[in-house]
Protein backbone atom coordinates (compact mmCIF):
# COMPACT_ATOMS: atom_id res chain seq x y z
CA UNK A 1 0.00 0.00 0.00
CA UNK A 2 1.46 3.84 -0.87
CA UNK A 3 0.61 7.06 0.43
CA UNK A 4 -2.01 7.50 -3.03
CA UNK A 5 -4.10 3.92 -1.65
CA UNK A 6 -4.18 5.79 2.08
CA UNK A 7 -5.69 9.15 0.59
CA UNK A 8 -8.14 6.74 -1.60
CA UNK A 9 -9.19 4.82 1.26
CA UNK A 10 -9.86 8.23 3.58
CA UNK A 11 -11.71 9.71 0.60
CA UNK A 12 -14.08 6.52 0.12
CA UNK A 13 -14.28 6.12 3.87
CA UNK A 14 -15.26 9.79 4.97
CA UNK A 15 -17.22 10.64 1.46
CA UNK A 16 -14.56 13.59 1.72
CA UNK A 17 -12.97 14.68 -1.47
CA UNK A 18 -9.98 13.18 -2.31
CA UNK A 19 -8.20 16.87 -1.88
CA UNK A 20 -8.96 17.19 1.16
CA UNK A 21 -8.59 13.46 2.16
CA UNK A 22 -4.54 14.21 0.53
CA UNK A 23 -4.67 17.49 3.24
CA UNK A 24 -5.28 15.38 5.94
CA UNK A 25 -3.28 12.33 5.47
CA UNK A 26 0.02 14.75 4.75
CA UNK A 27 -1.10 16.57 7.77
CA UNK A 28 -1.01 13.50 9.90
CA UNK A 29 2.21 12.09 8.37
CA UNK A 30 3.54 15.95 8.75
CA UNK A 31 2.45 15.93 12.21
CA UNK A 32 3.90 12.49 12.81
CA UNK A 33 7.43 13.28 11.48
CA UNK A 34 8.05 16.72 13.61
CA UNK A 35 6.96 14.65 16.98
CA UNK A 36 9.27 12.01 16.19
CA UNK A 37 12.10 14.44 15.02
CA UNK A 38 11.45 16.00 18.36
CA UNK A 39 11.84 12.31 20.12
CA UNK A 40 8.45 12.03 21.08
CA UNK A 41 6.42 8.89 21.37
CA UNK A 42 3.37 8.42 19.48
CA UNK A 43 0.57 5.98 20.83
CA UNK A 44 -2.18 4.68 18.50
CA UNK A 45 -4.17 3.09 20.76
CA UNK A 46 -5.62 -0.06 19.18
CA UNK A 47 -2.47 0.51 16.37
CA UNK A 48 0.46 1.01 18.07
CA UNK A 49 3.35 2.78 19.11
CA UNK A 50 6.25 4.73 17.61
CA UNK A 51 9.33 5.32 19.10
CA UNK A 52 12.44 6.90 18.65
CA UNK A 53 15.74 4.85 20.15
CA UNK A 54 19.20 5.37 20.31
CA UNK A 55 21.70 3.58 17.48
CA UNK A 56 24.92 2.54 18.55
CA UNK A 57 28.17 3.34 17.01
CA UNK A 58 29.08 0.06 14.99
CA UNK A 59 31.38 -1.67 12.08
CA UNK A 60 29.64 -2.72 9.25
CA UNK A 61 31.15 -4.53 5.74
CA UNK A 62 30.51 -3.43 2.34
CA UNK A 63 29.34 -6.06 1.08
CA UNK A 64 30.86 -5.68 -2.52
CA UNK A 65 34.52 -5.25 -0.76
CA UNK A 66 34.73 -6.63 2.32
CA UNK A 67 36.04 -3.75 3.50
CA UNK A 68 35.08 -2.02 7.05
CA UNK A 69 32.68 0.64 7.04
CA UNK A 70 31.98 2.74 10.67
CA UNK A 71 28.67 2.89 11.46
CA UNK A 72 27.82 6.08 13.20
CA UNK A 73 25.63 6.12 16.40
CA UNK A 74 22.15 8.05 15.75
CA UNK A 75 18.84 7.36 16.29
CA UNK A 76 16.29 5.12 14.58
CA UNK A 77 12.27 4.70 14.73
CA UNK A 78 10.83 1.08 16.14
CA UNK A 79 7.53 0.35 15.68
CA UNK A 80 5.50 -1.76 18.32
CA UNK A 81 2.53 -3.41 16.81
CA UNK A 82 -0.77 -3.07 19.55
CA UNK A 83 -3.01 -5.86 20.40
CA UNK A 84 -5.30 -5.15 17.80
CA UNK A 85 -3.05 -5.80 15.23
CA UNK A 86 -0.87 -8.71 17.01
CA UNK A 87 -0.42 -11.92 14.92
CA UNK A 88 -2.00 -15.31 15.52
CA UNK A 89 -0.75 -18.19 13.19
CA UNK A 90 0.17 -15.60 10.67
CA UNK A 91 -2.95 -13.70 10.15
CA UNK A 92 -3.55 -9.91 11.67
CA UNK A 93 -6.69 -9.69 14.31
CA UNK A 94 -8.88 -7.61 15.08
CA UNK A 95 -9.78 -8.16 18.73
CA UNK A 96 -11.46 -4.61 19.44
CA UNK A 97 -13.53 -2.84 16.82
CA UNK A 98 -16.46 -4.95 17.38
CA UNK A 99 -16.66 -4.73 13.28
CA UNK A 100 -14.96 -6.70 10.53
CA UNK A 101 -14.00 -4.32 7.68
CA UNK A 102 -11.88 -6.00 4.78
CA UNK A 103 -11.13 -2.79 3.00
CA UNK A 104 -9.69 -0.23 5.72
Same mark, same amino acid.
Given at each position: ?? &? +???????????????? &???????? +???????? +????? =??? +? =???????????????????????????? *??????????????????????????? =?? *???
Amino acid at each position: MI &K +LDIINRVAEKTGVPKM &KAEQAVDA +LFHSMKEA +LTRGE =RIE +L =RGFGVFVVKPRKRGVGRNPRTGEEVAIP *SGKTIRFKPGKELQHEDGELTDHGSGE =RD *SDF
